[in-house]
């Protein structure tokens, strides 16, 4: 079974422009977590989308959005870029129903490292 | 910063055992997680635990969890070069996981 695959794996980008990155989760997996992880902050959630509905979001400003398509694959989208979104980009798939509250696991890709210039 | 806490950095000698610790907040997580990430690569879950156990035994790791004190800890024995890795606990709350700064594990041969 193939695993959580992001793309692409590398991005650079200049303050203003807006970036789409794209999540594809493990087959059959409904559930799509996107995180950010940067050095100062760690690991943090941006939001999580099941069955194309956005069911839980981080606190990040209006800037980063995201939606999941029929097929369950997930885009998410930064606009007007600033030097501070570069970040590893992780999303995660889970079979979903249920959420992280219960035992459901959340499995990563290997991320899309995001450079802005 | 987070609220969820773990030391930085971590040194062992090859063959020696691991202790990583992690302290949480929320005490109304029902499981708390233990990720490996290699460099260049995304999160590998490692184990996980319930929050109504006080250990759990996995191959050379073991979770021990003291819900009192909000203290996780992971062990591992035997701990090898390819065990260097950083290494986050997670708890759930909120329907997310909120993760650690991560500790830095370095295995000297």
């Known amino acids: 079974k193939a695993g959580v695959t992001q793309t692409p794996r590398y991005l650079i980008k200049t303050r203003g422009q807006q970036v789409t990155l794209s999540c594809s989760p493990i087959s059959g997996h409904r559930s799509v977590s996107w995180y950010q992880q940067t050095p100062g902050q760690g690991l943090q959630f941006l939001f999580e989308?099941?069955?194309?509905?956005?069911?839980n979001k981080g606190n990040f400003p209006g800037r980063f959005s995201g939606r999941q398509f029929s097929n369950s694959r997930s885009e998410m989208n930064v606009s007007t870029l600033e030097l501070g979104d570069s970040a590893l980009y992780l999303c995660a798939s889970s079979s979903g129903p249920r959420g992280v509250t219960t035992n459901e696991k959340l499995f990563f890709g290997s991320g899309t490292q995001l450079s802005v210039l | 910063g987070e609220d969820v806490e773990q030391s930085l950095f971590l040194s062992v000698r090859e063959g020696d055992s691991s202790v990583i610790n992690c302290t949480y907040t929320d005490s109304s997580s029902t499981y708390l997680y233990w990720y490996k990430q290699e460099p260049g690569a995304g999160l590998q879950l490692l184990t996980y635990i319930f929050s109504n156990m006080d250990m759990k035994q996995d191959q050379r790791l073991t979770v021990l969890l003291n819900k009192k004190d909000k203290h996780l800890s992971l062990r591992i024995a035997d701990t090898q070069t390819g065990d260097s890795a950083i290494y986050f606990c997670a708890e759930n709350a909120g329907n997310m996981l909120t993760f650690g700064g991560g500790t830095r594990l370095m295995v000297k041969p």
């Open positions: 989308y099941f069955s194309e509905t956005q069911r």
